[in-house]
Structures are given as C-alpha cells and as structure tokens.
C-alpha cells in the first residue's frame, strides 16, 4: 500500500469517527468551520451526501449553508430544491482536509465505501 493510500484511508476512518451535528433549526447558527474539509450528510443511520468543499473563502460552513438555501446538486436533485428540509433529522460530519488532493481522494473514497443515497439522481 502506498503512503498516499495510507494516509486517505486514515483520514476517512477519522472522518467517520467525528460527531454527528444536527443542522440548525431556522434562526439558529449553522456551527461548521470555515476550513475546507470532507463531509458526509445523513438521515439517522442512512448516508445520503458526501462532498467537499472545494474553493470559496469560507470552506466547509459556506458549503453547509448552500445544501440549507438550496443551493447545490445535492438540494436540488435529492431534496427537490428544498434545502431547509435538512433541518428536520439530518445531521452532518466532517473533517478539516487542507490538501486539495487529499480532500479530493477522501471524498472518492468515502463515496465509495459509503454508497450515499444521492449517487446516480443525475442520471
């Protein structure tokens, strides 16, 4: 195994080790870093979305607040739009992944050991 593999492997099985946090009920504060990072959405046990963040100044808490107003592939192909249905039994985990090619790697792999529910709406 190579240590680039090692190490996406590691982070992954961190990933999946960090707490579930509910999104926000309205007019609370959404609490993400704004770091760029890996993260994984759910409905109680059942994984529906793994992304990253990939550019924008405010990482991973700007990602989370676009899925909340209905912005992304995510919202709008799974959710039919409505963002702010994540506020009723979601949660979120993530991990803060500096390196772009990491974050990139650990997504792939956590997509793959996951299976999330949205893979494939695209079609």
Do not use: W
């Amino acid at each position: 195994m190579t240590p680039e593999r090692q190490k996406v492997e590691e982070l992954f099985t961190e990933l999946c080790k960090q707490p579930m946090v509910p999104f926000p009920q309205e007019r609370e504060q959404l609490e993400a870093p704004s770091e760029p990072a890996v993260y994984v959405i759910r409905k109680g046990e059942t994984v529906l979305h793994v992304g990253r963040t990939l550019r924008g100044r405010n990482g991973l808490y700007q990602r989370l607040k676009n899925h909340l107003h209905g912005s992304s592939s995510f919202t709008d192909k799974y959710l039919k739009g409505n963002g702010a249905a994540l506020r009723k039994g979601h949660t979120y985990q993530f991990l803060v992944v500096e390196d772009a090619r990491l974050r990139a790697l650990v997504e792939a792999y956590a997509t793959g050991r996951l299976c999330p529910k949205h893979i494939g709406l695209g079609e």
